[in-house]
């Protein structure tokens, strides 16, 4: 199993520290009477710890991976049943064993996605040994945790109708501000182009790039893209003569982008390309932009503007454009942003979690 495909659909199931859900809770309620263990758990495996959305006769609400039973569970197809803990070589001297809860018995049923990805478990867990765990309790263990699956794939389905919705009303917004886009075009055209005729032509060449980026995800069936390619096409309207060589783009560590991380991705590129055009280094003729990243255990952009003789904003306001870059890209990729007017242009910074931008398959 791909742990950071796996970890990226536990991400997705957007449950990780939510609060109690009688429709989970129902569930093992009923895996602890119907299987007369003590505790009945829906645990959920995050990287360095285990996490239960629903526990039924347990107050604790986590236990770090390394002593977590349902971490081995999750390696298997089937269930995992351990008679007495005491006895198993891998975990006679786990915390869980030799103090509280004094586990021996445990049987753990994976929940795995329709992708085949694990996200933790539907377990039992007992102070006795058990030797009676046959055939018959492992089945009616396995349907009750197929129910539980049911339950987080309802929830899946929910966040993303409201998903849609949210990207509903952000393109009304966007498309009234349609016309302030257009007209920053118009202004970093008016400096470069001479004639009306050619004027008006490039003016509809530059409007015609602002759709590529969806044609972009359509070609991959609407699943991903690669951020070189997102990048570039989102500042395809704002090129003009000779300006391929005062926006450099970074080549390297090129990576597949999901659909909901190239929509915001696309949004911050924009505006920081507006703001560019309106008061930082596309406004003037030697005005420059690097753009880099890199994607390790954190995804890094910056985006750096060289010019000088300009005067420019300490603060840059609280309108929509803004939100975007300081508030909305932060909290999408669950990361830190730096907006900071140095003397020579404008340098923004994000840092956020790789899964909440990469394309996983």
Known sequence: MDEFCRLSALDKTNLLDTAAELRFDRLTRLAATVLKTEI?????????RQWFKSKHGLDTSETPRSQAFCSHA???SDIMVVND???????????LVTGDPKIRFYAGAPLITKNGYALGTLCIIDSKPRSDFGPEQQQILTDIAISVMTEIEAVTQERIIDDLTVVNE????????????????????????????????RLRERITTL??????????????APINE???????????EGSDKRINIQSADNFDVSPRGAFTLTLMINELATNAVKH?????PDGAIDISWSNGQKFDFEWREAVTGLSFKKDPGIGFGSQILRRIVPLEF???????????GLVYKFSGDPLRIRQIA
């Open 230 to 240: 997102i990048i570039e096409t989102t500042l395809a309207p704002f090129q003009v």
């Open 334 to 344: 669950k990361g830190e942003v730096d907006y900071d007017l140095a003397p020579t």
């Open 85 to 95: 803990a005491s006895l198993d070589p891998r975990f006679v001297d786990n915390p």
């Open 40 to 48: 009945a758990l829906v645990s959920l495996i995050d990287k360095d």
């Open 170 to 201: 952000e393109l009304k917004h966007r498309m009234g501000n349609m016309y302030a886009h257009v007209s920053s075009l118009i202004s970093l055209m008016n400096r470069s182009v001479d004639g009306q005729k050619e004027f008006a032509q």
């Open 211 to 224: 759709a590529q980026t969806q044609a972009l995800l359509a070609n991959n069936h609407y699943t991903s």
């Open 280 to 284: 930082g280094a596309l406004s003037a």
């Open 74 to 76: 999750i390696k298997h």
